[in-house]
């Protein structure tokens, strides 16, 4: 069984910077190919955040986070927050080559929060 964990989570002023890491345990190598981060913000529904290929390295990201969220396959490193980036950000493993989609991601972790203060 795969299991999912994240840390890292916090509160941080806006302009800071955070790294989420994400460790996933158990199962066997086709359980998973795709490893991602998704949020949801307060009063939203959750979001696609960055994702990764977990053979390949291939990485794809929200508009909204490209050139300031990096994604490795154990991490994300956010960098330039603000405050709207405020958020429960969970870690999730798939298999469907570069999904963006939340039902397409079988494990999840239980969520870090993350806050930015203005």
């Known amino acids: 069984q795969v299991q999912v964990g994240e840390t890292g989570g916090g509160l941080v002023q806006a302009g800071g910077s955070l790294r989420l890491s994400c460790t996933v345990s158990?199962?066997?190598?086709?359980?998973?190919?795709?490893m991602a981060w998704f949020r949801q913000r307060p009063g939203k529904e959750r979001e696609f955040v960055a994702g990764i290929g977990r053979i390949s390295g291939w990485t794809w990201y929200e508009e909204s986070v490209k050139g300031r969220f990096s994604i490795s396959r154990d991490y994300l490193q956010m960098n330039n927050l603000n405050p709207e980036d405020t958020a429960v950000y969970y870690c999730a493993a798939g298999r469907r080559p570069n999904s963006r989609i939340d039902t397409d991601y079988n494990y999840w972790g239980q969520g870090t929060q993350v806050t930015v203060s203005s």
């Open positions: 158990g199962g066997i190598v086709s359980d998973y190919v795709i």
